[in-house]
T-cell receptor, first 116, second 116 residues
Framework: DTGVSQDPRHKITKRGQNVTFRCDPI?????LYWYRQTLGQGPEFLTY????????KSRLLSDRFSAERPKGSFSTLEIQRTEQGDSAMYLC??????????????FGPGTRLLVL | AQKITQTQPGMFVQEKEAVTLDCTYD???????LFWYKQPSSGEMIFLIY??????QNATEGRYSLNFQKARKSANLVISASQLGDSAMYFC?????????????FGAGTRLTVKP
């Protein structure tokens, strides 16, 4: 399977705990995006990387959230001191910036987080 | 600020019939891209079709076509010959900028149910 993969698929944690999610993009893609999706809503942009550089962060990404892509391949999203409001689906997407006007993002299956 | 509106929270269609899912958008950028994604209950966002703001013809991909009316700022998705497997959430999304550096914004989605 050469699509975007995410791990874990589901995570249940207690409020105040730290959690980390991993995303493996499509291998030839140089851009990687993180989104958050709450029930009944469309995905909301959190941040994106081009290779290992984090180029843009949404205001939704509070200081409890940190994302890395150390070698320009896989990425991790960490949430510290989780709150019940962090419960959501966390989606990862990747794309290849080929100087097209608008490249297409391909999504992974998501990590569903529940904070108790 | 860009904005995507999907006014149909839910739609029903009989198997083998065609259905149109509405999407309107708001942007002041002359260059943008419009996307439709399908999200089954499994959670993964599946890319369906793309329309660029400067494209002269409406995009088509198999049973999917995009009815792009630039002056009205609408980008409706038409699914022909509906199948039971088409039952899912459908999201319209937009991205501004010729190099695709801006984040992608999604509508709230439309839940399509195909009846046998």
């Amino acid at each position: 399977d050469t699509g975007v993969s995410q791990d874990p698929r589901h995570k249940i944690t207690k409020r105040g705990q730290n959690v980390t999610f991993r995303c493996d993009p499509i291998s030839e893609h140089n851009r990687l995006y993180w989104y958050r999706q709450t029930l009944g809503q469309g995905p909301e942009f959190l941040t994106y990387f081009q290779n290992e550089a984090q180029l843009e962060k949404s205001r939704l990404l509070s200081d409890r959230f940190s994302a890395e892509r150390p070698k320009g391949s896989f990425s991790t999203l960490e949430i510290q001191r989780t709150e019940q409001g962090d419960s959501a689906m966390y989606l990862c997407a990747s794309s290849w910036n080929r100087d097209k006007p608008q490249e297409t993002q391909y999504f992974g299956p998501g990590t569903r987080l529940l904070v108790l | 600020a860009q904005k995507i509106t999907q006014t149909q929270p839910g739609m029903f269609v009989q198997e083998k019939e065609a259905v149109t899912l509405d999407c309107t958008y708001d942007t002041s950028d002359p260059s943008y891209g419009l996307f439709w994604y399908k999200q089954p209950s499994s959670g993964e966002m599946i890319f369906l079709i793309y329309q660029g703001s400067y494209d002269q013809q409406n995009a088509t991909e198999g049973r999917y076509s995009l009815n792009f009316q630039k002056a009205r700022k609408s980008a409706n998705l038409v699914i022909s010959a509906s199948q039971l497997g088409d039952s899912a959430m459908y999201f319209c999304a937009m991205r501004e900028g010729p190099l695709g550096n801006n984040d992608m914004r999604f509508g709230a989605g439309t839940r399509l149910t195909v009846k046998p």
